[in-house]
């Protein structure tokens, strides 16, 4: 089955504590990338990459870092996570620039920062 | 710069009626895309429709039907005869390329439908 897979689905921690939110699509997709998902305010996008070891910021890249080793997988990484990362996480992924294609979303990760 | 408004935050309807989303959006480019997104309660983000700048035709999907006007930049959703599982938040969103990178999301309504 053609999917976006993300782990874990529910993480709650301290500030401070690295973290990592792993993202894996499985349909050989060129694009991926992160988005948050704050009320009031909607998904803005975090990074995002267009293929392996090539990434870029989003709208609201501030306290995250990204890498794209392998074509399949796109973690996203809190070095030091603080309270306003508290937030509804969505990894998408795409094949880039393709006729009547759409993008996929993981099921979302939401995490809370204490 | 990009934008995309959806001025009602809450709609609440009583089952079988008919409801407008409305969705107004901003962007400088010549060709663009835009989309509706449902979120329901338990979550995930669902797909319904992508429709690109030069298609202004109307689309109707079973109840759910869509109306692009350029001249207003508008793209409303409109659910006919609505149902409880209509419930959720619907996200419009505009992109640059047909594949939806960077979209750009409105703040989303959310929709009570009750019985």
């Known amino acids: 089955e053609a999917q976006v897979t993300q782990n874990p689905r529910y993480l709650i921690t301290v500030t401070g504590k690295k973290l990592t939110v792993t993202c894996s699509q499985n349909?050989?997709?060129?694009?991926m990338s992160w988005y948050r998902q704050d009320p009031g305010l909607g998904l803005r996008q975090i990074y995002y990459?267009?293929?392996?070891?090539?990434?870029d910021k989003g709208d609201v890249p501030e306290g995250y870092k990204v890498s794209r080793k392998e074509k399949r997988n796109f973690p996203l990484i809190l070095e030091s996570p603080s309270p306003n990362q508290t937030s509804l996480y969505f990894c998408?992924?795409?094949?880039?620039?393709?006729?009547?294609?759409?993008?996929?979303f993981g099921p979302g990760t939401r995490l809370t920062v204490l | 710069a990009q934008k995309v408004t959806q001025a009602q935050t809450e709609i609440s309807v009583v089952e079988k009626e008919d409801v407008t989303l409305d969705c107004v959006y901003e962007?400088?480019?010549?060709?663009?895309?835009l989309f509706w997104y449902k979120q329901p309660p338990s979550g995930e983000l669902v797909f319904l429709i992508r429709?690109?700048?030069?298609?202004?035709q109307n689309e109707i999907s079973g109840r759910y039907s869509w109306n692009f006007q350029k001249s207003t930049s508008s793209f409303n959703f409109t659910i006919t005869a609505s149902q409880v599982v209509d419930s959720a938040v619907y996200f419009c969103?505009?992109?640059?390329?047909?594949?939806?990178?960077?979209?750009?999301f409105g703040k989303g309504t959310t929709l009570s439908v009750s019985s």
């Open positions: 998408a992924s795409s094949l880039s620039d393709t006729r009547d294609n759409e993008q996929f």
């Open positions: 349909m050989n997709h060129e694009y």
């Open positions: 990459s267009m293929n392996v070891e090539v990434t």
């Open positions: 962007t400088r480019d010549t060709t663009y895309y």
């Open positions: 429709r690109n700048s030069f298609d202004e």
């Open positions: 969103a505009l992109s640059k390329d047909q594949a939806g990178t960077a979209l750009i």
